[in-house]
């Protein structure tokens, strides 16, 4: 299962080898940070505590972040290396307010998700369907090889093989609240921060770390993740 499993699963190389993702903080032991991050946090912001098999990328994943922007923000040098404790920031530090400070906004509700055009990452059958639980999104059949596309316009936000069950995997960030992600293939044919748009060909099927041959798609907003049926037009 993706991103959770992209489940804990979006959700679940490229061109170039597959490098390694940030990863992990895995002895119960380590010694807690003696603080939270020091920047204020924005209205609405979200911290996480690290648990012992965290990776970066699978918390990034989850918060419906990039990687990069989870290390940037909580000052990590080798986002590598996190402990069991450690307090993570899951949103962006607040700017600084200006003088004198301006009361407090309230948190951007969440953009609908029919203002993007979503289509169908595969045309081949579906094999099994989203249940909330064990699987988080969708898995499609298919032969290796065959073209993986995106299901709407957006930026990749990861590339590589470092969260554990989805093989090689892609997401790719929608908007502020959405984003979808892509396990399981043979090629990645985009690289991070790369835009793309909907239908592009991003990469084909295959079997890494799974079974069999197949795509596993999930679809999140904030992180959470959404029955992709419900989200993309009917076949």
């Known amino acids: 299962m993706v991103l959770l499993a992209v489940s804990a699963a979006l959700l679940a190389g490229c061109a170039a080898p597959a490098r390694r993702a940030p990863v992990e903080g895995r002895d119960p032991a380590a010694r807690r940070p003696a603080s939270a991050p020091r920047a204020p946090l924005p209205p609405g912001a979200r911290l996480y505590t690290v648990k012992p098999g965290d990776t970066l990328g699978r918390i990034a994943l989850e918060a419906g972040q990039g990687w990069r922007d989870l290390a940037r923000w909580n000052g990590l040098a080798n986002p590598d290396h996190i402990q069991a404790g450690q307090v993570l920031r899951l949103t962006p530090p607040a700017d600084p307010a200006p003088a004198p400070a301006s009361a407090p906004t309230a948190a951007p509700r969440p953009a609908p998700a029919a203002s993007i055009d ?28 065959d073209p993986i596309h995106a299901a709407a316009a957006g930026r990749v936000i990861y590339v590589g093989s470092a969260v554990r069950g989805l093989g090689n995997l892609i997401v790719i960030k929608h908007d502020e609240n959405y984003l979808t992600a892509y396990a399981h293939t043979r090629v990645m044919l985009v690289k991070e921060d790369q835009l793309v748009r909907k239908g592009q060909k991003i990469a084909e099927m295959g079997d890494s770390d799974s ?22 037009p009917r076949r």
């Open 211 to 232: 079974d069999a041959v197949k795509l596993h798609f999930e679809l999140r907003r904030d992180g959470r993740p959404l029955n992709p049926v419900e989200l993309l």
């Open 118 to 145: 979503w289509g169908w990452p595969v045309p081949g059958p579906l094999t099994a369907g989203y249940d909330g639980r064990l699987n988080q999104g969708l898995d499609f059949s298919g032969k290796a090889g």
